[in-house]
């Protein structure tokens, strides 16, 4: 295996992709910059939402502004083009109007918000780092926007049970740095990092790159405070593992969307940090040669393996085409980037060695590189973690984040590959191996009915048809609101809609979304 020969190929990608990790009011402003702000067209104009009229909400006039400004002094937004990194999300492909932004500070002042929205019935847009790719965090019509980006401060950290508390708005790579300077990681690790919030990762689930290793949230979270519709602080906040007293209440906000609840404090269990960081970046010539290194590396790595991600030739093409980067290995038709983490480098590298020695033997390992030290590990990690940047440089991106099946999941891209001939730029297919997440990416010059009606509802037909789920990591937002049936029964969407229905009864929360659209 030639590492520092194929490392070679990796200089200068640094500067690049982190050019690619600008925050998303910076990736909007350019945009607008770019193309022009009167070429934005609203979401509620796309044909495939103009059906969703507006709710019977209040509307905000010069009475609430008068009244918000008396919350949160100098903490209003209300001119257009103050807004516009809350208004749009950074793909640029779901923007609304909104009415004004507030930015609280504590859970006091966010319950007094909320209490004021309810008691005016105005819908309100609850937002994180706004780094979602469904729709779901961005208005659709004149929704009020609450941004968490100010309640921003760790609250405490326990140095013996790794138990952390924080504020919603602390950002998620903020938070892991405070971590490692204390001998702990955050089990949560997304490309979206320098931006998104951990408020927001909580409300929506996310899942990331290392779910394989340290779980989801729904396991690493400890406790949680949300605000509900009314302004009821409901206070979870938990430093114990063990918590078995009534209901878990905290279940019910995690990936809910913001449509139970507004997450303002969040308790997470981080574990240590690992002493040793391995990562490997492998050659495959079939998506057969993929399964057989993902059997491998359980089966030789065990618990120290925390990450196996793919991507296939055309996502890497497409890095290269539209960011100049360049691939480490030769051209194949998949690649798999595995990652360690244990506590003893040399046993580790050891293990990771063996291992694809004995894949390369075999045939299933065409080639590879091993990072030499921490730097060759980000830059390997900054090639998978650049794909959804370089998507967004074709113009207009038609994601879909589904869990499948194995033996299934790439037959998917397949399919879709020949559907889309002709109409599409790009057709790729990448993901977490390890969770069986597959993040298929179809792209276009400009938005297209034509081919979104050959992509849906047929990729969620094909999913539902083998088992999996629409909707893996990135919720069902304003996306997949009325796909919910693909994944769950009538009689559990039943159920969610009587929790929204008893916890929102006005329905302001994040209305047109997740469960109801109204």
């Known amino acids: ?37 009167s070429a934005v067209t609203f979401t509620r104009e796309r044909q495939k939402y ?30 257009e083009d103050e807004m516009v990194s809350y208004t749009e999300d950074w793909l640029g492909q779901y923007r609304g ?23 005016n019935t105005l819908a309100v847009n609850l937002q994180g780092g706004n780094t979602g790719l469904v729709g779901g965090s961005v208005p659709l019509h004149d929704e009020v926007i609450i941004s968490t980006s100010l309640m921003n401060n760790v609250i405490s950290f326990d140095d013996i049970s790794g138990i952390l508390m924080c504020e919603a708005g602390c950002i998620l790579e903020v938070l892991d740095r405070y971590l490692e ?15 998104c919030q951990i408020g927001g990762n909580v409300s929506t689930n996310a899942g990331g ?28 906040l938990s430093g114990c593992r063990k918590d078995n007293t ?46 057989n290194i993902f059997k491998a590396s359980k089966r030789s790595l065990g618990e120290i393996l925390s990450a196996c991600e793919f991507l296939d030739l055309e996502s890497m093409q497409l890095t290269s085409e539209n960011l100049g980067l360049t691939c480490p290995l030769g051209d194949y038709p998949f690649y798999v980037l595995l990652e360690t983490h244990g506590s003893n480098d040399g046993h580790d590298e050891e293990k990771l060695q063996a291992c694809l020695e004995d894949g390369m033997e075999q045939g299933f390992i065409a080639d590879g590189t091993i990072a030499q030290d921490r730097t060759q590990v980000n830059d390997l990690w900054l090639i998978r973690e650049s794909i959804t940047s370089a998507l967004k440089e074709d113009g207009e991106v ?121």
């Open 1 to 37: 295996m030639a590492a520092s020969a194929s490392y070679r190929a990796l200089q200068g990608l640094r500067t690049m992709a982190m050019a690619c990790r600008r925050p998303v009011q910076q990736h909007v402003q350019q945009r607008l910059i770019k193309r022009g702000a």
């Open 246 to 291: 009534g209901y878990d209440l905290k279940q019910m906000f995690i990936g809910a969307e913001g449509s139970l609840g507004l997450i303002t404090k969040v308790s997470i269990q981080a574990p240590p940090r690992p002493q040793a960081v391995n990562v490997a970046f492998l050659g495959a010539n079939t998506y057969e040669d993929v399964l």
């Open 398 to 518: 038609y994601k879909y984040d589904v869990s499948l099946p194995l033996p299934q999941l790439y037959e998917l891209v397949e399919t879709m590959r020949e559907r889309t001939e002709g109409l599409a730029v790009h057709c790729c297919g990448y993901g977490h191996l390890g969770d069986g997440n597959l993040h298929l990416n179809i792209t276009s010059k400009e938005y297209d009915e034509d081919l979104l009606a050959i992509i849906e509802p047929y990729v969620y037909d094909f999913t539902a048809g083998v088992g999996g789920s629409i909707s893996a990591e990135h919720g069902l937002g304003l996306m997949k609101v009325n796909h919910i049936h693909y994944s769950k029964s009538p009689e559990a969407v039943a159920v969610m809609r009587q929790i929204k229905s008893a916890l929102d009864p006005k329905g302001i929360l994040n209305p047109y979304k997740t469960v109801c659209a109204n």
């Open 97 to 119: 109007p909104g009415s004004v932004v507030l930015k609280p500070k504590t859970t006091e002042e966010a319950s007094e918000i909320l209490k004021f929205c309810h008691a």
């Open 50 to 79: 103009s059906h969703i009229e507006r709710g019977d909400f209040g509307t905000v006039g010069a009475a609430e502004i008068e009244a918000f400004e008396a919350m949160l002094p100098g903490r209003v937004l209300k001119d």
């Open 181 to 195: 300077d204390r001998g702990f990681i955050m089990p949560l690790d997304l490309g979206a990092k320098g931006t």
């Open 209 to 236: 790159v290392r779910l394989l290793r340290y779980g989801s949230l729904h396991g690493t979270v400890l406790g949680l405070e949300a605000v509900l519709a009314d302004g009821t602080v409901v206070n979870t």
